[in-house]
């Protein structure tokens, strides 16, 4: 069974980070593309970060670029993602994401039919 299990969110003021782990289990790690995607109340989900197989490849969606870093570590199972200059429209539920078709590409994930989801970790920016 496949579980990807988020952490790392929380309450920050504007302008501080966080860093969100997730990690995964019951899937070849290194063969999935991982990502994260968000989604406040009332809006759609939104694309944030892709990450190739083995960590030489990236992509962001175009609100995060320039304050986010997505990262792995295949040894541990664990997809990353450092938040800084946090806003509060950075406040959303952040979900972790597996796609084997996103392995090599990483933007693919951004409109893939994701293999995995995990449950989310909601992450509040106060003004």
């Known amino acids: 069974q496949v579980q990807l299990d988020e952490s790392g969110g929380g309450l920050v003021q504007a302008g501080g980070s966080l860093r969100l782990s997730c990690a995964a289990s019951?899937?070849?790690?290194?063969?999935?593309?991982m990502g994260w995607f968000r989604q406040a109340p009332g809006k759609e989900r939104e694309f944030v970060a892709a990450?190739?197989?083995?960590?030489?490849?990236?992509y962001y969606g175009d609100s995060v670029k320039g304050r986010f870093t997505i990262s792995r570590d295949n040894p541990k199972n664990t997809v990353y993602l450092q938040m800084n200059g946090l806003k509060p429209e950075d406040t959303a539920r952040y979900y972790c994401?597996?796609?084997?078709?996103?392995?090599?590409?990483?933007?693919?994930?951004?409109?893939?039919?994701?293999?995995?989801w995990g449950q989310g970790t909601q992450v509040t920016v106060s003004s």
């Open positions: 990450i190739s197989r083995s960590g030489g490849g990236t």
């Open positions: 994401a597996a796609d084997r078709s996103s392995a090599y590409s990483p933007s693919r994930l951004r409109t893939a039919d994701v293999d995995f």
């Open positions: 019951g899937l070849t790690f290194s063969s999935y593309g």
